[in-house]
Each structure stands twice: as C-alpha cells, then as structure tokens.
C-alpha cells in the first residue's frame, strides 16, 4: 500500500481512485490537476483505515510527518513555527460520499507558542484565538471522547458575559479568556493537558477521524445505502484556510444546480468570518449569498466560473464546499450532488439538451426512478395564512404531528401517524428520525448542511432557518411566532415557498410532463438503433 498521496497542481491523481483514496481526495485531485485553487495536501488512503489503533501507529506518525513537509515546501509555512505557522485541517472520506457522518478536526497546529505567530503573520489576533479554541473543543470531542456539554456550557458562559448571541460578537481578549477555560476544563475532564505537541494533535486527530468511520450515525447511514463496511475512510490532511478571518472572509456550500428542480442556477448557503463546520454542521442560520454578491463581486463571479468548470470536468452537478479568506477563493471539496427525482429528471433533460451528456447516460442516471409515479406535490386551495416562512432546503409538501426528537417520530410512525421532526438545528445523529419522518423543520442550520443534504437524498420535504421557532423540550412543545404547537399536533411545511401552517392541508400533485417526454423519445430513439 502506498502510504500518502500529495494534492498538489503538480502531482498525478492516485492510480486507484476514489476507491483507494476516497472520494473526497479524489476530486481534490482532479480540481488541483485542473488548476481550481485547492490548498496543497495530502492523503491517507483507505487501506489505514484497518489498522488497529492507528492513532498510536509509529508508521502512521512517520508517514504523517512526510506528508506535512512536503505541505511545507508548497506553502512555505512550518509546522509548529512561532513564525509563519502552518495549520492543516484532518478530514474523512471514504470512497462513497456520506454527507456529515463522519468527523473533521479543523485548526490542528495550534498551541501557546503558534497561536502568536498566527496573530504575527496575519495581524489578526480575534482569528488565532477563535480558532485555537475550535480546535481544543473540536479535538476533545473528536480525539478525547470527551462530552460536548461542558465545552458548550463554556461557550454560553462566554456570550453572557459579552452580551452576545454569536461566537461572532467576541472580540480576541473573550476569545482568549475562553481558549484557556477550554483548556483548563479539557485537562481536568481528560486527566492530562491539551496536548501542545503539533504532531501529537495531527497524529490524535488522524486516529479519531478513522475512528469516525465507525461510529453509529456512520453504521447507520451505511446500513441505510448499503455501503460495504470494510471499505473504510481515508484521511485527508490539508492547508488550514480560514473563513472566520474577519468581513471578506467566509465559508460556503454550493450546488452548481439547484438539487431541489434542477433548475440551472448556482444554489448555496455562505456565511461572512466562519470556518466551514458551522455551514456544513447546521448550527447556524444561514444566508449571506446577496451580501456575498455585493461585498465581494469578484468571488461572486469566481463561483459561477468554478461551477461550469465543475460540471465540465465532472459532466455532472456538484456539491461543492469552499472558503473565502481575505477576498480570496478556495475550494475544498466537490462531489456529485444529491438531489430530488425531480431534480433529477430536469436536471437529466436539460444536460443532454446542453450537450453535457448524451441520452444515454442520461437514461443510465434515471435508472432507479419510477417515472411512471413521479410527481410533485402542493397544498390544496384555500390556503390559510403561514405562521412563518423558512428557508427551503428540500422540496414538496408534508403534513403530520410535531415530534421533538427521533423517539417521538418513532413512536407516533408506530402508531400509524405521520410525523414532522422539529428540531433547533439540523444534525446528522438524528438520521434514523430524519429517515421516518415525513418532514423536517428546523430553527436553525443551513439548505446545504449535512442534514439537509441527507434528507433531500431520502426525499423528505425539509424547512430550515425557521424565524421565530422556540422549541420547549422540557414542556414538549415548540412555539412559532404567536402559536404554541404541542408534540402531537398537526402542522403542514410547503417545500415549495418554506411556508409552514397548523393544523393539516389537502395535497394536489402535478407530473413533470415536458420532461417525460423527451425521456421518451429517448428510449424509443435507442430501440429504434438497439433493437432487442
């Protein structure tokens, strides 16, 4: 087995693939060959991924160091440097996408000495202590196995003492009072400090990250999509990019077409100074694409370039993830799109029309969709008034109760009703709910996070960034605006307009028919050369 592949523009993709170096590196690869701005990396293929205890492995800790140095001469940063310090992100990918389901470690490389050194080479002394703090939280539950709780009840502490809603209203000195709470509470819930060693994190980060490969949200999607379990993850370590560098830094997840119609049009969610985990991770309400137009018109025009190159080069629609740090572009990941049968169709039809593909492969990419049952669905006039209007991620419509957790969607799917999962944030541990329920509505979280994506992908109708949704777990019930609904009554979300009602709608459906019939054509034009 070779033990790294380096993502450089210089440097060949790997003979195996995605198969042995998972998707994610895969596609990194092909961008870099392309010459699209993906930071310099390298990567861990699959095969480590069986090893046992791999966080403890010498040769996983030589060969990481290898693959670090030759990040160093791409960058001309140094690893662990007080000076011109370089960090890296570790991330998972197996060889099939599965969105959100395994762990990332983001700012690894930091410690007392190397956070200075981000404030000297950046200036920027909120970014080095925001994100050393994202990497000992990141890490303790990642690495550690430590709970999230404590962490997260420190954070609360910190935005009580600022009066602020958002880490965003922390300024570096709360940044740094909350760094060394974190570290404090990381030494005494683990019995040992945070490790400062550079290479002791990457090596611990890699470890967990294969880890990841089988935790139960993991297993579960696996059982879910029948993906082999000894495929394994593969690990990639690459070039930290920083989004929450301040007002033209940001983070993003774009779909090159809308993965809901399938109509042409660049489709993402972007929040200004994030690092990409709070847009893929749906602890977030989203937006910012109209201000990212307006502050930022030359990355607005980069994207559209980058997604007709994408589908160029991958003759498909892609989901891509990207970082915007000081006005400038990366990209960190793509990977074909999920989307809705309707999208699907529409997207198919309209990429053969455009001479992306040809009717063959667009009929291969049908195959699986009952086109004979596809339809769309809307409410029945008369419609009442909404009690709020939320961001859609994923379309049709859906009526049932209110459940507050997966044990509520489970128990009232066994007793024979349909169930709505209403929740604060979009999170991916919640798949087994997301996979009963006829709907989700969300507080929170994003139209491109991990769990929106997933739920598109099992076709349910979901809402997210729903304003004024205060979800009471204690008195299990949720309040919208004015209207207080609890667990077990109606409500109805239209993934059309993102209105959400009380009570139950009449559904109408309608037939892609336009669509169907090129699909027809052609079929018959293949029989017509390929007669059986």
């Not at 430590?146 to 880490?167: G, I, K, M, Q």
């Amino acid at each position: 087995m070779v033990e790294f592949y380096p993502i450089l523009p210089n440097a060949p993709p790997a003979p195996g693939g995605a198969a042995e170096v998972g998707g994610k590196a895969w596609n990194l690869m092909r961008m870099a060959e392309a010459g699209l701005e993906v930071p310099p990396a390298f990567v861990l293929p699959t095969g480590w991924c069986a090893r046992t205890d791999p966080d403890r492995d010498q040769d996983l800790r030589a060969t990481l160091a290898t693959g670090i140095a030759g990040i160093e001469a791409a960058t001309g940063l140094g690893f662990g440097a007080d000076r011109n310090p370089l960090t890296v992100s570790v991330r998972s990918g197996g060889a099939v996408s599965m969105p959100g389901m395994m762990d990332t470690v983001l700012d690894v490389g930091l410690n007392a000495e190397t956070v200075l050194g981000v404030i000297r080479l950046t200036g920027n002394p909120r970014l080095a202590w925001d994100s050393y703090r994202r990497l000992i939280q990141g890490y303790a539950g990642i690495v550690s196995g430590l709970a999230d709780a404590p962490f997260d009840a420190l954070v609360t502490t910190a935005l009580a003492a600022a009066n602020t809603t958002s880490e965003r209203g922390l300024d570096f000195r709360d940044l740094r009072r909350l760094t060394h709470a974190m570290e404090e509470a990381y030494a005494r819930l683990a019995g040992h400090p945070f490790p400062a060693d550079p290479y002791e994190q990457l090596a611990g980060a890699a470890g967990g990250v294969f880890r990841s490969w089988d935790s139960p949200k993991a297993v579960s999607y696996r059982q879910m999509h029948a993906i082999p379990e000894a495929a394994g993850t593969a690990v990639t370590v690459q070039t930290m990019i920083y989004g929450n560098a301040g007002g033209e830094s940001g983070a993003g997840v774009a779909f090159t077409r809308n993965p809901a119609t399938g109509e042409r049009k660049l489709y993402f969610d972007f929040q200004f100074n994030v690092q990409g985990e709070d847009v893929v991770g749906g602890r977030h309400r989203m937006g910012g694409d109209e201000r990212l137009h307006r502050v930022l018109p030359l990355v607005w025009d980069r994207l559209a370039a980058v997604s007709v190159k994408l589908e160029a080069l991958t003759t498909d629609s892609q989901d891509f993830e990207f970082t915007v740090q000081s006005g400038r572009l990366y990209l960190l990941q793509t990977r074909c799109a999920e989307r809705t049968p309707w999208a699907a169709v529409t997207m198919a039809v309209d990429m053969v029309e455009e001479g992306l593909i040809t009717p063959a492969i667009a009929l291969e990419r049908l195959q699986g969709i009952d086109l004979k049952t596809l339809t769309r669905t809307s409410f029945a006039p008369p419609i009442p008034a909404p009690l709020a209007t939320a961001q859609v991620a994923s379309l049709g419509v859906a009526t049932g109760v209110v459940a507050l957790d997966p044990d509520a969607v489970r128990r009232f799917t066994k007793a024979g009703q349909s169930a709505i999962l209403v929740r604060r944030e979009t999170v991916t541990s919640d798949i087994d709910g997301i996979a009963m329920a006829t709907g989700i509505l969300t507080a929170s979280g994003g139209r491109t996070s991990h769990a929106a994506v997933v739920a598109r992908q099992l076709g349910k109708v979901c809402l997210v960034a729903c304003p004024g949704l205060v979800i009471a777990e204690t008195a299990r019930s949720c309040r919208i605006g004015e209207t207080v609904l609890a667990e077990g009554d109606s409500i109805s979300l239209n993934g059309d307009t993102g209105d959400v009602y009380k009570g139950s709608l009449a559904v109408l459906t309608e037939r892609p028919d336009a669509a169907l019939t090129a699909i027809a054509a052609w079929r018959a034009s293949d029989k017509h050369h390929h007669p059986r």
